[in-house]
């Protein structure tokens, strides 16, 4: 298994914000429901030390799960949450049988059955963030976690001792090693989910040719990076690139030597952007880079060396002939010339053009030709 732990792609990337969203409305919904049942018991029995607890610890549970909906709801999203979020979701289950076994006795922890299933839960949502890292931290931390409460009961208490067995069943260690290994596929399988999500998705965003985005994950990009551009106040440049003269290209070389063209100026623009920008082929020849956090300036800085490099070097089309490939471009800053997408495109493209009408070989920004 190659490279299990990698960031992201910009496309899962929105999915697991919305996914995000999504776990923190079932878990806000879910612990609501779930303090009826110890509110319940703590009424009808209100001495007994294990339903007090349990009232406890859910309704610590409840107001993580609000602080986390209330921090969602006013736009407060970070890279790191889904950590935080799903590493406090185990932990409150490990914290809820930690009690229970000071409160009750450890066989009450270790033979739980509604309390231990909620592991699966949360190992389940894990999947829901779209981050392989998140599965395999959050799940092994959730792993390791009931297996040092397994080994800190078994070292501070006889667990063989008929008393403990009362109502509640006797230690097995067979049973104890089954959850583990349960828990264990259960993380496995919410890792091997997301992989397989990534590798469908990636069939369906990328250009068959050039293998970086098609058109349609760019506008959802696109779409994605406005808002969030607009929610933190982050500067967002968005450029449209086409390549000079492809038509004759193909007319007088053919669609395989234009083909290569294509994929070998997709590579340079990939090589020459961040991990953090998005780049695709938007159409034909036409390319579309996405300059996040970046304004104009920066942006046009770095579009024309680019736009040098792909003009500096020539694109080998045969195993003997290459040959040199311009292109022209043109930038639209977000705000300053539009706040959608439809505005920002055709702001873009009305300055590739006049790009082009000056000569080709160069870029327009805002104020002037570069």
Known sequence: ??????????????????????VARVRLVVMMLLLITPTYKIIEYPFVPVFFWGLVITMLGASVALAIWWALRRNMWRPWLGFVSSSIDVSLITL???????????????????????????????????????????????????????????????????????????????DQVTRLILMSAAVLLSYAYV?????????????????????????????????????????????????????????TLGHAAGDRVLIGIAERLLAGVRSTDVIARYGGEEFAVLFCDTDR???????????????????????????????????AELNTDGVNPIELLARADN???????????????????A
């Open 195 to 251: 992989r397989r999500a990534r590798g469908l998705l990636h069939l369906a965003s990328r250009d068959r040719l050039t293998g970086i985005y098609n058109r349609g994950q760019f506008d959802v990009a696109l779409t994605h990076e406005i808002e969030r551009a607009l929610r933190f106040k982050y500067p967002l440049t968005l450029a449209v690139l086409d390549l000079d003269h492809f038509k004759l290209i193909n007319d």
């Open 297 to 331: 300036h920066t942006a046009a800085v770095r579009l024309e060396f680019l736009r040098a490099q792909v003009a500096a070097v020539p694109v080998r089309v045969t195993d003997d002939d290459a040959i040199t490939v311009t292109c022209s471009a043109g930038l």
């Open 96 to 174: 809820a049988l930690c009690v229970y076994a000071y409160v009750s006795g450890p066989l009450v922890a270790l033979n739980s059955t509604v309390t231990f299933e909620i592991y699966f839960l949360a190992i389940a949502a894990l999947a829901l963030r779209y981050d392989t890292r998140i599965c395999l931290a959050v799940g092994i931390l959730a792993v390791l976690q009931y297996a040092a409460l397994w080994g800190v009961l078994t070292s501070f208490y006889d667990l063989g001792d008929p008393a403990y067995a009362i109502g509640v069943g006797v230690h097995s260690v067979i």
């Open 1 to 22: 298994m190659k490279n299990p732990w990698y960031r992201p792609d910009p496309d899962l990337a929105i999915a697991g914000i919305e996914g995000e969203w999504l």
């Open 351 to 369: 300055r590739l053009l006049a790009a082009k009408r000056a000569g080709r070989n160069r870029i327009h920004t805002t104020e002037m030709a």
